[in-house]
Antibody
């Protein structure tokens, strides 16, 4: 199993960014996926999850209405579209593979290496 | 302020045992499985315990998990300097319809 994030970088407040997570080594559509972030020197914060079939999503209140999670089965890729970015969104963003198909799980058996998003003027 | 409460830090000597607590409520720990993660400095989190007390393959039996009511506990025996890391508990919260993590506990092996 391999998860490789990309798309991070420096963006101004109010700007947008799209993160990608390329997955390999497992049947992508059989498992839910999540984004988890970690601000510098802080703890883990769950951001969003999407079911294996892509028909169910869930978001943390802190990003609801600004971020959109999606997945492309044909490309085995998970996405996070981030709009209206704020300074407090600055963090390393990890994609994580769930051990089940549903979003309501806290068991992530594989994690990517993370991609840094910095929101600053 | 995290929904799940963990002690900020714990410490013990090499070879000793340590426990890390994770306190929640009926909407999260009380009615859902708990997972535990280890995060070594500069690395991604790693699954240590899932479904309260199960270990993924490759995780030594020095690591154990338990749950009682609205609290969960991670135990580590035979402490090694390589166990120095941050540890996080996590579970699904039915009221929030969101995954919640504890604030993390930094383990120091003296």
């Amino acid at each position: 199993v391999q998860l490789v994030e990309s798309g991070g970088g420096l963006v101004q407040p109010g700007g947008s960014l799209r993160l990608s997570c390329a997955a390999s080594g497992f049947t992508f559509s059989s498992y839910a996926m999540s984004w988890v972030r970690q601000a510098p020197g802080k703890g883990l914060e769950w951001v969003s999850a999407i079911s294996g079939g892509g028909d169910s999503t869930s978001y943390a209140d802190s990003v609801k209405g600004r971020f959109t999670i999606s997945r492309d089965k044909s490309k085995n890729t998970l996405y996070l579209q981030m709009n209206s970015l704020r300074a407090e969104d600055t963090a390393v963003y990890y994609c994580a593979k769930a051990s089940a198909r549903i979003v309501a799980t806290a068991t992530f058996d594989y994690w990517g290496q993370g991609t840094l998003v910095t929101v600053s003027s | 302020q995290s929904v799940l409460t963990q002690p900020p830090s714990v410490s013990a000597a090499p070879g000793q045992k340590v426990t890390i607590s994770c306190s929640g409520s009926s909407s999260n720990i009380g009615n859902n499985y708990v997972s535990w993660y280890q995060q070594l400095p500069g690395t991604a989190p790693k699954l240590l315990i899932y479904e309260n007390n199960k270990r993924p393959s490759g995780i030594p039996d020095r690591f154990s998990g338990s749950k009682s009511g609205t609290s969960a506990t991670l135990g580590i025996t035979g402490l090694q300097t390589g166990d120095e890391a941050d540890y996080y508990c996590g579970t699904w919260d039915r009221s929030l319809s969101a995954l919640v993590f504890g604030g993390g506990t930094k383990l120091t092996v003296l």
